[in-house]
C-alpha cells in the first residue's frame, strides 16, 4: 500500500495565480479530508468528503476554494486566485471511517509570492 | 477552534529518559487519538482510546484517558533520539460529526 499520495510537494506561485493541488487516498477508504497546517493556526480542516460527495465544506476560508472528488481515487484543491495568507502547508488524509485514524499524505507547501 | 490542546508546547530530554505530554479538551468525546509529525512530513497515527477505555500500551508508548477531567496523556518511555517530532492529540467530539480535531501540538527534542 502507497499510502496516501500528494502532489505536488512544493508549489511557488505568484499572487494572482491558480493554484491546484491534488490527492490519492489510499484504496477503500470512504473518507478524504483536507486540513491546511500554518504557525499561527495549527492544523485546521478546510473539506470533507464521503464516497466521493462533500460533506462539510464550513472550513473553507473563502470562495477562492474550492475542492471536487470526481472519484474514490482522486481528489483536488483549487485556489483561485492565490493570495501570499495562503502560504501554508496543505495535507489531504483518508481513513476507513468515521472517528477512524486518518492516513495523511506528506503534504503540499504552498508558497505564495 | 481547537477541541484538543496539547501541553507543554516544547519539551526538551536526554535519550532515554520518559516523555510525558498532556491533552486537554472541552466537549464530551468519542475517543482521543494521539499522532506524530517528523519534520517535513504528514502526521501518523499512533494510538486511538476510546471514552470508555482509561489506559492504553502500545510499545513505549502509554496513553491514559480520564474523561471527568476532559484530559489525556501520552508517555513515551526511555525515549530515543528518533522520537524527536511534533506530538498531537485529535479528539473526535460524542454527538458532533466524529471529525478528528486537532490541538496546536508539543514539540519533543530527544538528545542523543
Known amino acids: 500500500d502507497a499510502g496516501v499520495i500528494q502532489s505536488p510537494r512544493h508549489e511557488v506561485t505568484e499572487m494572482g495565480q491558480e493554484v491546484t493541488l491534488r490527492c490519492k487516498p489510499i484504496?477503500?477508504?470512504?473518507?478524504l479530508f483536507w486540513y491546511r497546517q500554518t504557525m499561527m493556526r495549527g492544523l485546521e480542516l478546510l473539506i470533507y468528503f464521503n464516497n466521493n460527495v462533500p460533506i462539510d465544506d464550513s472550513g473553507m476560508p473563502e470562495d477562492r476554494f474550492s475542492a471536487k472528488m470526481p472519484n474514490a481515487s482522486f481528489s483536488t484543491l483549487k485556489i483561485q486566485p492565490s493570495e501570499p495568507r495562503d502560504s501554508a502547508v496543505y495535507f489531504c488524509?483518508?481513513?476507513?471511517?468515521?472517528?477512524?485514524?486518518?492516513?495523511f499524505g506528506n503534504g503540499t507547501r504552498l508558497t505564495v509570492t | 477552534s481547537q477541541q484538543g490542546e496539547e501541553d507543554p508546547q516544547a519539551l526538551s530530554i536526554q535519550e532515554g529518559e520518559n516523555a510525558t505530554m498532556n491533552c486537554s479538551y472541552k466537549?464530551?468525546?468519542?475517543?482521543l487519538q494521539w499522532y506524530r509529525q517528523n519534520s517535513g512530513r504528514g502526521l501518523v497515527h499512533l494510538i486511538l482510546i476510546r471514552s470508555n477505555e482509561r489506559e492504553k500500551h502500545s510499545g513505549r508508548l502509554r496513553v491514559t484517558l480520564d474523561t471527568s477531567k476532559k484530559s489525556s496523556s501520552l508517555l513515551i518511555t526511555a525515549s530515543r533520539a528518533a522520537d524527536t517530532a511534533s506530538y498531537f492529540c485529535?479528539?473526535?467530539?460524542?454527538?458532533?460529526?466524529?471529525?478528528?480535531?486537532f490541538g496546536r501540538g508539543t514539540s519533543l527534542i530527544v538528545h542523543p
Open positions: 485529535a479528539t473526535a467530539a460524542r454527538g458532533g460529526s466524529y471529525i478528528p480535531t
Open positions: 484504496s477503500g477508504h470512504d473518507y
Open positions: 466537549t464530551s468525546i468519542n475517543n
Open positions: 488524509a483518508s481513513s476507513l471511517g468515521i472517528g477512524s485514524p486518518l492516513h
